[in-house]
């Protein structure tokens, strides 16, 4: 009874905002703080939002104390044992877990941030009780309720919850890191614990936080830079300074505008630099790819921030930033650079590249995200920083000669669109079938190649020994034999048969090659890739090993796994 006393005496200090726990629930009229309280839901808010049902008082008793205690230093507060704050939340009543096949469940609530809240809350108590994975089910919880609750959590919405998208996101992904990475103790416990923040959505809402502005950008309170002043983002009147933005939303492109290159490093420009908010002003820029993202430095600067912009007569105002894997030597990967790239250049206007058709820089970055480089140096050779031959397809991209930005030197432009959009191996993506089948009529059309007529043959592509990587078809010569067999009981389907290795040939001469079947067959490898570039009714047979291991695609090496046979 004692303890039970001792816990309503806590939950009702909190939530009747008489504790000694700070002011995190103050904000100014009018902002995006916790005025009002359930009653006063928005009615445009979905119904996971208004918290009618299941006893609505609990669950602004819940919302009102945890204003109170999810302050900055809600984690420091939570080891202080003689703070209200660890009180209440060692004492927090949390419910069991259901049964998995329940799991859940509750996000189906009418009060899917109480439910989030609840669950986080649990999370803080086990992780007290040195209970790490009934911690992590609590967040797993949290997390499948988020969908339900990103509109009331949004920083405009009425009435506020301690809580946002972000925190949700965020604190599962370092707690799920730090206990994938580390010893499983009660050192580990800061990097466990609920980090809070504040949303807003003016500098009003983050007046309760000494030296903390709103940021506009991703409508949270961040701390002000010591010793800059808290307008230090705004472009002086007269100053060159770097805008961002996404240009179809993603995270995968940026355009920067001005934006200068110092000896092959990015640079952005802002008098302020030193003093820029990183949540608005990021210092590293993502790349992505098929194989993964990698991250490249952005460097503030405010040495070229008055004046004219520096560009030389041989180069254009605008420039295409484009990071390219494996060193164009791959042409299964080239086209996951290639393809999103086109649709940018030459099909989506909103990276205001359409209409300049072809005449803009293009500048190559050898994303290396050194995967499988046991792999990739046996065929592609020992790492250097040359470019391989596929580059040739990048005419097709762009009027101008391409360039590799670590010998860019030094130049600035008016705008610079950096990235390619994403292209998925099992399809998806940004990229889609319209942008593939535009790039490779483009292509066709450039070189010359026949796109509605094409000889009826077969090609069927040999991967000798020594060139193979493990994968061939140990009856390749049956395979022959019965095609020719085939193209002379029926040659109004199939006029005849050819047999090559594309290892043999150029880049060019493959392109030529396989544009121009009818039918393609062979083991599965890079090189089957170019049949995309086959005119329309044409067809690829591929053969890999039996799928018996989900999406399993081979095992490179003789005896290391049953080879393909037909």
């Known amino acids: 009874m004692a303890a039970a006393h001792s816990l309503l005496r806590v939950f009702l200090l909190l939530g009747s905002g008489q504790g000694s726990t700070g002011s995190a629930g103050e904000s100014s009229e ?180 000494p030296d903390h502005e709103c940021s506009m950008h991703v409508h949270r309170c961040i701390p002000l830079k010591e010793g800059c002043p808290a307008n230090a983002a705004e472009c002086p009147p007269g100053a060159l300074c770097t805008s961002l933005k996404a240009p179809s939303n993603t995270d995968c492109t940026l355009e920067l505008s001005p934006m200068c290159i110092s000896d092959g490093a990015l640079q952005a420009l802002h008098p302020n630099g030193a003093c820029l908010p990183i949540v608005d002003f990021p210092v590293m820029i993502k790349a992505c790819s098929e194989m993964g993202t990698t991250l490249y430095p952005l460097v503030w600067s405010n040495k070229t921030a008055t004046g004219p912009l520096v560009r030389g007569d041989a180069h254009s105002p605008v420039a295409l930033i484009l990071p390219v894997t494996l060193r164009l030597r791959s042409p299964w990967h080239m086209l996951h650079s290639f393809v999103p790239a086109f649709a940018q250049t030459s099909l989506d206007s909103r990276y205001g590249l359409l209409d300049r058709e072809g005449d803009f820089d293009l500048l190559l970055v050898d994303q290396d995200l050194d995967k499988d480089r046991h792999i990739w140096e046996k065929v592609l050779g020992e790492s250097d920083t040359s470019i391989g031959g596929l580059d040739f397809l990048l005419q097709v991209l762009v009027a101008r000669p391409y360039e590799l930005l670590a010998q860019a030197g030094t130049r600035c432009y008016e705008r610079a669109i950096w990235g390619h959009e994403i292209m998925l191996y099992s399809g ?120 018996t291991s989900g999406f399993q695609v081979c095992v490179e090496g003789r005896s290391e796994e049953h080879t393909s046979e037909l």
């Open 428 to 547: 998806g993506g940004w990229t889609n079938q319209t942008h593939m089948a535009a790039f490779t009529q483009a292509a066709r059309s450039f070189f010359g190649l026949q796109t509605d007529v094409f000889r009826a043959q077969l090609l069927l592509v040999e991967r000798r020994d020594s060139s193979s990587w493990g994968r061939w078809i140990d009856n390749f010569e049956d395979v022959v034999e019965t095609a020719k067999a085939v193209a002379l009981e029926f040659p109004e389907f199939l006029s005849g048969v050819q047999t090559t290795d594309l290892a043999d040939h150029s880049w060019t001469d493959q392109l030529r090659l396989v544009s121009g079947m009818k039918l393609m067959f062979g083991a599965h490898g890079d090189g089957l890739s170019w049949a995309v570039f086959m005119g329309a009714g044409a067809a690829l047979l591929e053969a890999v090993p039996a799928r």
């Open 30 to 209: 009018g902002s995006a703080g916790p005025a009002g309280d359930l009653g006063n839901t928005k009615q445009d808010q979905p119904v996971a939002c208004t918290c009618r049902s299941d006893g609505p008082a609990r669950w602004e008793r819940l919302r009102l104390g945890a204003l109170k205690a999810l302050t900055p230093d809600f984690s420091s507060r939570l080891l202080n044992v003689s703070d209200p704050v660890h009180m209440w939340v060692s004492l927090f009543p949390c419910p069991a877990m259901p049964e998995q096949r329940y799991r859940g469940l509750m996000a189906m609530s009418d009060c899917a941030p109480g439910v989030i809240l609840l669950h986080v809350l649990c999370a803080q108590r086990r992780i007290l009780q040195n209970m790490y994975d009934e911690a992590q089910e609590q967040l797993v919880e949290a997390l499948q309720a988020l969908p339900f609750a990103e509109k009331c959590l949004e920083p405009s919405a009425i009435p506020r919850w301690p809580l946002s998208v972000y925190d949700v996101r965020t604190n599962y992904i370092r707690f799920y890191r730090a206990m994938s990475y580390y010893f499983h103790t009660r050192d580990l416990w800061p990097d466990l614990l609920w980090r809070p923040t504040t949303s807003c959505l003016v500098d009003a809402d983050c007046q309760h936080l």
